[in-house]
């Protein structure tokens, strides 16, 4: 099993520019999550998908779009990119079966900068 | 609302030498929390998770956290610290909301000293 997997691994787009960060993962996992990762502040959640289906906003969503195509796949989009936005993305899923707590799986990141 | 602090942003130890990095919790209810580790230029992984079911948790690696209820704490130990364990751990609170997600800690950054 690969786990979660994004790509790409490192982008530079400039001001204005979109991209779609791509994720998916393979252990058949209900729930999937986007985090930004900056210096000194943790992870924050951009958005989620609980289930296939359905997608809701996290703590810091202004600027981005998810799609939820399928169980296996969860694609961040950026539609117009602002140097703010730089930073590591992290990719994760969760099983979501039974009463919890559930782990979550994080893929190996992309880095991302706008200039 | 439910948060994690991390008291230390950066612990320096020797190698050889205990590990203890500083969480405290604020949650309305019994929380549920997991200790994750990022090695340099890599992902997130579970170190450990407390679940309600024993209060002292023994994760990966021989790393260990007592949740005290008293002290809304939550801290990371280990006995003797290995180069390898320089990294940086995250104090993680779950809250559940419709799907469960996860409130992180700022970080704090480990390093060993030979």
């Known amino acids: 099993n690969a786990g979660v997997t994004q790509t790409p691994k490192f982008q530079v787009l400039k001001t204005g520019q979109s991209m779609t960060l791509q994720c998916a993962q393979d252990?058949?996992?209900?729930?999937m999550y986007w985090y930004r990762q900056d210096p000194g502040m943790g992870l924050r959640l951009i958005y989620y998908?609980?289930?296939?289906?359905?997608?809701d906003k996290g703590e810091v969503p202004n600027g981005y779009n998810v799609s939820r195509l399928n169980k296996r796949e969860f694609s961040l989009r950026l539609e117009s990119a602002a140097p703010s936005q730089t930073s590591v993305y992290f990719c994760?899923?969760?099983?979501?079966?039974?009463?919890?707590?559930?782990?979550?799986?994080f893929g190996p990141g992309t880095r991302l900068t706008v200039t | 609302a439910q948060s994690v602090t991390q008291l230390d942003s950066h612990v320096s130890v020797s190698e050889g030498t205990p590990v203890l990095l500083r969480c405290n919790y604020s949650?309305?209810?019994?929380?549920?929390l997991f200790w994750y580790v990022q090695h340099p230029n890599k992902g997130l992984q579970l170190l450990l998770k407390?679940?309600?079911?024993?209060?002292l948790v023994k994760g990966i690696n021989g790393f260990e956290a007592e949740f005290k209820k008293s002290e809304t704490s939550f801290h990371l130990t280990k006995p003797s610290a290995h180069m390898s364990d320089a990294a940086e751990y995250f104090c993680?609170?779950?809250?559940?909301?419709?799907?469960?997600?996860?409130?992180f800690g700022q970080g704090t950054r480990l390093t060993i000293n030979p």
């Open positions: 993680v609170v779950s809250v559940v909301q419709g799907a469960q997600k996860l409130v």
């Open positions: 949650s309305s209810y019994s929380p549920s």
């Open positions: 252990m058949n996992h209900n729930s």
């Open positions: 998908s609980a289930s296939e289906g359905t997608t």
């Open positions: 994760a899923s969760s099983p979501r079966v039974g009463t919890g707590p559930y782990e979550q799986y």
């Open positions: 407390y679940t309600s079911a024993a209060t």
